[in-house]
């Protein structure tokens, strides 16, 4: 009996791969998964210990907050990543955020898999001390929901427990395209009503939105629902070039015309809901063959390549109004306006206020487009300008209704344009103010030598008649 029992022992080890059975130096960076049925699966529970050892292991930088729970009372884990040591950016303003989610479809697992990576990649970065991931984190925070439908990805199927396809079920134009499964209302089902919840209260602000699946190797914008191209093309156009210039040529479209018509998905009530700059980034569907160990790095590093140029250049993916000069006169005000971010901006308006900090003049609306630089002529009909006031420039960040507005204090001082018959001049407080330098020729004369007394006059009888 001991030796058939041994005979068994030696057939099974022999059947285990060489790299399983040897110590992998990458270890920690392995998926906590196993293969079934032609996929490498993770399931909620070993989810659940590995989210639960980054909070343990590294909570300078981790955050672990569950968030809501399935329909079978699983819970919903978001892991939250930044440098807790800071609260915002170096030069004081607030850090950008990113939202991520993975496993709507319970059986698209390299879907889950990127966005488990997406979160364990910055997390190895900061304990290895690459610069790249510790840039990030002082600039920006990352949520990360890795598993949205832990019920279907238990049992292997694309549905949740009640036979919902999750990525139909958001309330944007929800059941109003063929579809199969988006349950009985809009976010009938608790995942995804839980998903939206989080969207509106913790990342109501998000600089993007990458949701994750497994299909068509394609990354999807806005429009699902319709082919014409979104309110803000240009960013999204800008950076399907970027990328297929420089990194990948994965294939990057509106979504009707990419892949086919869909609604009710959290992509387009990302970004027609919320106003996010929103992604479906679908990876192939050749899953890792049955008993190999393939390091996910490898797997999916293209992938995760354009996911860290999505967040390193989070700043960009919203307009970015700066004033480069400020010109008042009775009638009108210029505005020499720089956008640095590859966003428009279809409304934006320029605000005075008094000493008391009051809103007391707004002007017409105005539009800046993506990386553009602009001088814009308004009407200051109503304007009560003393000079002792401020600027500040309100736009919506990006063209969407939905985008969020801004309210910007303008660092730069206004200078004003006297116009006296068909004469004009500038006054303010440079160098070459024309008081400025009365003044200076006032004081130099006090010091002057006598004999220099008389060109000291002159030039002041000069200025006067001018």
Known sequence: MRVAVGLVLCMLLASIPISSAQSDSKEEEAWPGDPIDSHVHMTWAALTLEVNGWADDYPEIVELADVGKSELGRSLWVVRISDWSIDNKSDGSAKEVVYIDGGHHGNEYLGTALA????????NGWAEGNQEAIDVLQSTVLHILIMLNPDGND???????NQVDLNRNYDHYWNTCPTTQPGSSAFSESETAANAAYMNAEVADADLYVTMHTGVWIMLYP???WPEQPADWELYHQIRDDVNDNISSIPIQNANQGLYPNCGTSRDYGYGVMGYPTFTFETDDEQFIPGSFENLNDRLAEEMDVMRYLINNVWYWRARLDVQSLEVSDNEVTIDVANHGQASTSNATLQYLDSSGQITWTSSAFTVNATNSTMITLDTGGLDYGG????????????????RWVT??????????????????????????????????????????PEDEDLAENCLAEIQEN
């Open 116 to 123: 488990w990576l997406s979160a364990k990649w910055y997390i």
């Open 155 to 161: 049992i292997d199927t694309r549905w949740n427990i």
């Open 223 to 225: 429009w699902g629902k």
């Open 388 to 403: 002792d006031g401020s600027w500040q420039m309100y736009y919506q960040v990006r063209v969407i209704n939905a985008s």
């Open 408 to 449: 910007e204090e303008i660092g730069i001082q206004a200078v004003t344009l006297i116009e006296e018959g068909d004469a004009s001049f500038l006054t303010g407080f440079g160098l070459f103010n024309s008081l400025t330098t009365i003044i200076s020729i006032i004081g130099l004369a006090v010091v002057m030598k």
